[in-house]
């Protein structure tokens, strides 16, 4: 459905009581399929890292599907999080050429103590001398990921940025009571 | 619009760029944008104050406009160079402002009054209100005026959970006021909740001018609307009046001159002020020498964000989709209690659920399948308490001035800005802190992040005052209309009038204010006073 088609059903229908009844439900089962949510751009299946090295890719890849794994839901790797993050440091160039510096470092950082599951582990506990590294990692991918349709609209099952009639009350007596 | 359904033309003259929000605004989600809403890493850090990649567009570019400030006086100064401005983007917050703040200083001995009280201006926010369309309910808090609302929108589980802490505490709440339709106004349609406003509504059911006021207006066909117009004087003439101003074409460089029997100034506070100071020395209208001091923000800053533990795990609905939420306006110094530590008073929101991002996702620890599984329980469970604005005092030192060497595009000298806090902004910035930790606990939430850090000058992007109004020309630049002491056919709307900030939001005051000097200039041209 194309925002034309949307304002002139609400225009249309939303003008009589039924005709909000039936908008409501017939746009509430489409956002229950997803429907509501567009495709996600098809960027990433022929994307060629532009800034990480072959072996710093793979690093990275398996930095970000242990963060956050393919499991019932899909995961960083579906999503595409480590081109993502590639596409994101290559274009720092121009205005936050820092954020290249910093990334440079971290792979290095992993490199040399050979990056594996176990390491991973350890960095993620705040004493570990690779927190900060395992952090700033973590902030780009988990931006990469929920950004996604796959993070977003597959796992999160977001709802916004859509058409509806009304805004959804609280239904809840026991919130009403702290 | 009210001057040209009055009958006369009116050249509208706009520094940006014409725009059409049915065609330039969209819903968009992150992952339809190149950048997934961040824009191109440091280029809206370091040049788009205040901007996200679906709206940078129509902000300002720093490159082009730049402002300076006083070493170690930061001041965030968010713009926007569009037809319709900021108000494409605002937050719609839509608050009365009350007695408590007109005559703020007779409480409390600081300061000024306003000239005008709140029985001068209600009728113009009644008026104001019906055309633009305030969802809202009565409150009957004589701090928070009651206005003329359409249905209110629901509050949602946080906004329910929030309200019945404040309950607990004897805190007042109600449904923040939004300029949204909750039904059919003046030919716009309702909100279809998409939580899309500050990146531009594409039905124009939230108010911006562009759709709003600017139809009704060109429908008269007495205005004309010059865009990419950068106006850089003032004209006067011989006999102390305003004769017209000059612009230059914003592409190719030239300079134009419009004549007119009365000048109206009506971008922003700042620019308003700059044009002034730009256009004699000295300061046109400023034989009070108090043109451009008084500088305001209001006081804002970190708020308090955690987890509601009741809506871990609940399913998942259109939580930010008003983009609203619930208000706790101003409690402190009404009637007899007042606070020890600080004069004025400060508002609050709250809200919660699941937003767009997971904004808590970064810095929860861990990773792997549970990290995931937590991330989405969590995720409708999100809640904050922000300060929807306080009040910064007048102070005369924070003021604005022409920078003698940095110039616009244009080759228009640049503002330099000066603005600190108080210690009393400070102590009102303290006092909300504990306070929204108080309401989080007695939501039994769980607060996750709280860590005082009050926002900088600019950051709320309230910027008010610099062309305060008042009855004593010594003491002010404009009369109680807007209209200049020393040039009588001379106007200036917006937020430079101000004599205080308030706690409320500024934009429907500015409305309000506005409607009622536009009743005060056809009536002085009706009896030929200009
Ligand atoms: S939430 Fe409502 S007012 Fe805001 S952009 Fe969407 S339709 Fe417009």
Known sequence: MTRRDANWLI???????????????????????????????????????????????????????????????????????????????????????????????????????????????????????????????????????????????????????????????????????? | MTLAQAGYKVALIEAGSSISPAKDFHHRLPYQLEFRGMGQPGLLRKHFRGSTEYNYRIMIDDRENPYTTAVDKPFSWSRSRVLGGRT?????????????????????GYGEDWPISYKDVAPYYDRVERFIGVSGAAADLPQFPDGSFLPAMPLNCAETIFKAACGKLGIPVTPRRVAQLTRTLNGRPPCHYCGNC??????????????????????????????????????????????????????????????????????????????????????????SGVLGHYLMDQVGGAGVTGYLPPLRGSAIRNDDGKAGGLQIPNFNNIGKSRAAKFIRGYGMSASGGAGMFPAFAPSLPGFGSDYKKQVKALYPAYARVWMSGGEMLAQKENFVELDPVVRDKWGIPALKIHCTHSDNDRAVYADFFDRAQEIFHAAKGEITSAKPLMGVPGGLIHEVGTCRMGDDPTKSVLNSFCQTHDVKNLYVFGGGCFVTTGDKHPTLTMMALTARGCDHLIDAVRRSEI
């Open chain 2, 198 to 287: 500050i990146n531009g509504c594409d039905v124009n059911a939230m108010f911006n001018t562009v759709g709003t006021t600017l139809p009704p207006a060109l429908k008269t066909g007495n205005v004309t609307v010059l865009c990419d117009s950068v106006v850089s004087h003032v004209l006067m003439n011989e006999e102390n009046r305003a004769s017209g101003v000059r612009y230059i074409e914003r592409f190719s460089q030239k300079s134009f001159e419009v004549s007119a029997r009365v000048v109206i100034l009506a971008g922003s506070s700042l620019e308003n002020t700059r044009l002034l100071l730009l256009s004699q020395n000295g300061g046109l209208a400023n034989s």
């Open chain 2, 88 to 108: 494409l983007h605002w937050a719609r917050a839509s608050d009365r402002m009350s007695d408590f703040e007109f005559k703020a200083a007779s409480r409390d």
């Open chain 1, 11 to 178: 225009a249309k229908a939303g003008a009589s009581v039924a005709g909000q009844a039936f908008l409501s439900s017939w746009l509430a089962s489409a956002h229950e399929m997803n429907e509501g949510a567009p495709a996600e751009p098809d960027r990433w299946i022929n994307y060629k890292p532009q800034f990480f090295s072959p072996e710093e890719f793979a690093i990275l890849d398996r930095f970000t599907t242990l963060l956050i794994p393919t499991d019932e839901t899909p995961g960083a790797r579906e999503a595409h999080v480590a081109q993502f993050i590639d596409f994101i440091v290559f274009s720092s160039r121009e205005y936050s050429p820092e954020t290249q510096v910093e990334w440079r470092k971290a792979m290095d950082w992993l490199r040399t103590r050979h990056f594996d599951e176990q390491l991973m582990g350890k960095m993620s506990e705040p004493e570990h001398e690779g927190h900060h590294v395992f952090q700033t990692m973590k902030q780009l991918a988990v931006y990469g990921f929920y950004t996604s349709r796959i993070g977003l609209i597959e796992n999160l099952e977001y709802k916004g940025v859509s058409y509806y009639t009304s805004f959804p009350a609280c239904t809840h007596p026991e919130h009403r009571n702290v």
